[in-house]
């Protein structure tokens, strides 16, 4: 099959269709990932099989998408900005105009944009999703030692009220009144901070892997065959897996410093140095890996689906009924 090319609309609705199947499949395993990475002092999960046993058992079935509607709501500018921005970058680093003759730093320097362009819209994501997606672990911990602190209230008063259960609404007029814009952008350092590196690890491997499965139609200087199904698939999945346990350590410091709402004895910090700092001195090197199974089983499905949806030409469907 012969790789045709794909236009800028058809792009960025496979992302966003990718992003909305990938969230609807996985968003059990990120709560559970949220909730393990902001564990400190009272361990209440094990680990993930058991963090979304419990959550089903008291948060009921429904309980494990806590946050999904603002996950659902960003995730589609969210995936189409970024995988446009790399193929946009792909294309004006290349030598010829064309994404087959890019450099090795030609695609590391575009996953770096794509990472950068992406930021705008997935800090407030993630700032309001672990707000709500941890609002059961801190309901958890309060029933044995008392109610978790309100989000800006101070400590004092906060014992006096009981916990409530969040919303994503409620967070952002909260944030807007008391801390402004910034409020939601709290974290933006961090957050730019993994998804750069991820980015860059992530679309060069992937085009690497994803280019072992391709063949030249016709003989030398002929049109470039487009890969199969399962090793574009297989190349989404293992590139977001690698790329999701390699930053790891930088998305349990970005999860820490946008969580507002802390349990009794749980550190706060005052920015990214002081994050890792407290980190190591309090719970070692592991705790930097918390949660780095949950990111890979939640990646890794997520760039394959995406993979899926591009080679099934979704967008193109799309705007062919809408034409």
């Known amino acids: 099959m012969v790789e045709k090319k794909v236009s800028l609309p058809a792009k960025l609705i496979n992302g966003g269709v990718a992003g909305l199947v990938g969230v609807t499949c996985v968003f059990p395993i990120d709560l559970a990932k949220t909730r393990l990475q902001n564990q400190q002092g009272v361990q209440v999960y094990k680990g993930m099989l058991d963090c979304l046993a419990k959550t089903i058992r008291t948060e009921g079935y429904f309980g494990c998408y806590r946050g999904a509607a603002v996950n659902l709501t960003l995730v589609t500018p969210e995936k189409a900005i970024k995988l446009a921005a790399n193929d946009v970058f ?101 957050t730019l901070m993994r998804d750069v590196p991820f980015s860059m690890i992530y679309f060069p491997l992937f085009a690497n892997l994803n280019a072992l499965g391709q063949e030249r139609a016709g003989g030398q200087g002929a049109v470039q065959a487009r890969s199969p199904f399962w090793q574009s698939f297989m190349a989404g999945c293992t590139a977001g897996s690698v790329a999701a346990i390699a930053v790891t350590p930088l998305d349990v410091i970005k999860t820490r410093l946008q969580t507002l709402q802390k349990g009794e004895g749980e550190d706060t910090y005052r920015g990214i140095i002081d994050c890792t700092r407290r980190i190591m001195k309090r719970e070692g090197p592991s705790a930097f890996l918390k949660g780095a199974t949950c990111r890979a089983l939640v990646i890794a499905p997520l760039f394959g689906i995406a993979q899926g949806v591009y080679f099934l030409g979704v967008g193109e469907m799309v705007l062919g009924l809408l034409g």
Do not use: F, N
């Open 90 to 190: 792909r294309q004006k680093l290349s030598k010829d105009g064309t994404e087959r003759h890019l450099p090795l730093w030609g695609e590391v320097l575009a996953g770096c944009g794509a990472g950068t362009c992406q930021v705008v819209v997935t800090t407030p994501m993630e700032m309001l999703k672990i707000q709500l997606q941890d609002a059961g672990r801190l309901a958890a911990q309060a029933a044995s030692s008392g109610p978790a602190p309100s989000l800006v209230a101070p400590p004092s008063q906060a014992r006096r009220t009981p916990p409530q259960r969040p919303s994503a609404t409620g967070i952002t007029v909260e944030l807007l009144r008391t801390r402004g814009l910034a409020g939601l952008y709290r974290g933006a350092g961090a």
